[in-house]
């Protein structure tokens, strides 16, 4: 079963950064693309990011792009979204995700599977 726990969530004044994390369990996390998804009230959940098994490949929405930067760390089954200059656009609850499939890089919201259970993220202007 594999679970996803993110971290690091928060309010903070527009100009200001956060640094989320998303703890992975229940299988071997090196061997699947990660992704950052982000809701935010009364709007569809939308694509942020997303990262090769390896950090080779990285992506990133249009709306963040120069501003977030996502990382992660196999030997800790770890991924990272770091968010910087915040907007309050940016205000929504932000979900770590991970495909079913073996996928090495993939940004399709559909190809994700499992899902955390969310971090707020409120930027105030």
């Known amino acids: 079963q594999v679970q996803l726990v993110e971290s690091g969530g928060g309010l903070v004044q527009a100009g200001g950064s956060l640094r989320l994390s998303c703890a992975a369990s229940g299988r071997t996390f090196s061997l699947y693309s990660m992704g950052w998804f982000r809701q935010a009230p009364g709007k569809e959940r939308e694509f942020v990011s997303a990262i090769s098994r390896g950090e080779t490949t990285k992506g990133y929405a249009d709306s963040v792009k120069g501003r977030f930067t996502i990382s992660r760390d196999n030997a800790k089954n770890t991924l990272y979204l770091q968010m910087n200059s915040l907007k309050p656009e940016d205000t929504a609850v932000y979900y770590c995700?991970?495909?079913?499939?073996?996928?090495?890089?993939?940004?399709?919201?559909?190809?994700?599977?499992?899902w955390g259970q969310g971090t707020q993220v409120t930027v105030s202007s």
């Open positions: 995700a991970a495909p079913r499939k073996s996928y090495d890089y993939t940004r399709v919201r559909d190809d994700y599977a499992y």
